[in-house]
């Protein structure tokens, strides 16, 4: 059931029911995590297997710090900067973060979501919510109210309605460890806040920490893999075909009921609409998506967006 009322999402928390929420990101289904009763039904409706993490959201800095011994300098600046915000941090976990949440790890995924009426539910309940993407396991992420609904209509499931994604993609996530006496940082699984961004953020503490791997760069787009994500993801319910820039390709006459996904030129706006587009290509009646990759996409600025297109697709072509 859709509603607009927070205090109806925070009843059904209270009674460890868990509720889909809206993010700028992608809709989550949360649950509070002083609930291992509410976690453990995140991954029965989602059909999550056990080993993939959830990111807790909190409403702000002080509820973060509860959650790791090992908040920073580094962490508070990002926080600062960012927060409420596109960007995941992952720190060292404490005792007050269950096992279930981090499927094992000793780290957990901190993130404060950029929605009012998100940010409310927080802070009314005053718990963190743990919360995946409310979508089933490998499947395309939900950005409206009704892509969940739909997603689960036989489950009972209350969808706090806060409209449209604004940013539409899941968050970037960044691995924040201490090694002897720097800071090293790692993005798990890119987003639309880039390295870059990091970087002139973190300016004046530029001594105080590196990047693990290469980050991201203008020149040369790397996809780190983020722990626990699988190659296929983000999957609509038909066949996507990806078709890379620069490839003489000809789509096979037994293939033309098919439909193009096609997307703004603006990375921000085709973030925005890339899982709605997804899904309606596949409600459209065709058999099958095309993707057409344009040269542009080389660009670092797409790269979390080539990144979801390429984990939702069925085969890469070229
Ligand atoms: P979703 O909200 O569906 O995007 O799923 C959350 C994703 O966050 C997981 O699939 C992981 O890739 C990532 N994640 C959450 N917690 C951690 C962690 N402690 N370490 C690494 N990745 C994490
Ligand atoms: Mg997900």
Redesign the pocket.
């Known amino acids: 059931m859709i509603t607009r009322s927070v205090a109806k999402a925070l009843a059904q928390l209270r009674i460890s029911n868990v509720v889909a929420i809206p993010t700028e990101t992608?809709y989550?289904l949360a649950a509070s995590i002083d609930s291992l009763k509410a976690l453990r039904k995140i991954f029965k409706i989602k059909k999550?297997p056990f080993f993939?993490?959830?990111?807790?959201h909190v409403n702000g800095i002080p509820a973060a710090k509860k959650l790791t011994p090992d908040w920073s300098i580094i962490s508070q600046k990002l926080a600062e900067t960012f927060w409420p915000g596109p960007l995941?941090l992952?720190l060292k976990?404490n005792s007050r973060v269950n096992e279930l949440?981090?499927?094992g790890?000793p780290?957990?995924?901190i993130r404060c979501p950029q929605h009012v009426m998100t940010l409310k539910l927080l802070e009314m309940i005053d718990v963190p919510l743990a919360?995946?993407?409310a979508?089933l396991f490998g499947k395309t992420?939900p950005t409206r109210a009704q892509h969940v609904e739909q997603e689960f209509r036989s489950k009972n499931l209350l969808v706090l309605d806060g409209g449209a994604c604004k940013i539409g993609i899941?968050?970037t996530?960044l691995?924040v460890e201490k090694k002897k006496n720097i800071w090293l940082l790692e993005i798990?699984?890119p987003g639309m806040l880039g390295a870059d961004e990091i970087d002139k953020a973190l300016i004046k503490l530029k001594k105080l920490y590196q990047w693990k791997k290469q980050k991201i760069s203008k020149k040369k787009p790397l996809l780190p893999q983020?722990?626990?994500?699988l190659e296929h993801h983000y999957q609509p319910s038909i066949p996507l075909f990806y078709v890379r820039a620069l490839t003489q390709y000809k789509v096979p006459k037994a293939n033309e009921n098919k439909i193009d996904l096609v997307l703004s030129t603006k990375p921000s706006l085709a973030a925005r609409q890339l899982y709605h587009s997804m899904r309606t290509c596949a409600e459209s009646g065709a058999k099958k998506i095309y993707f057409f990759e344009p040269k542009y996409f080389s660009k670092s600025e797409w790269a979390p967006i080539k990144e979801r297109l390429q984990k939702a697709s069925t085969k890469i072509i070229g």
């Open positions: 992608v989550g999550r993939d993490p959830l990111i807790v995941t992952v976990k949440i981090t499927s790890l780290t957990v995924g919360a995946p993407s979508n992420s899941e968050s996530i691995k798990l699984r983020a722990a626990g994500m």
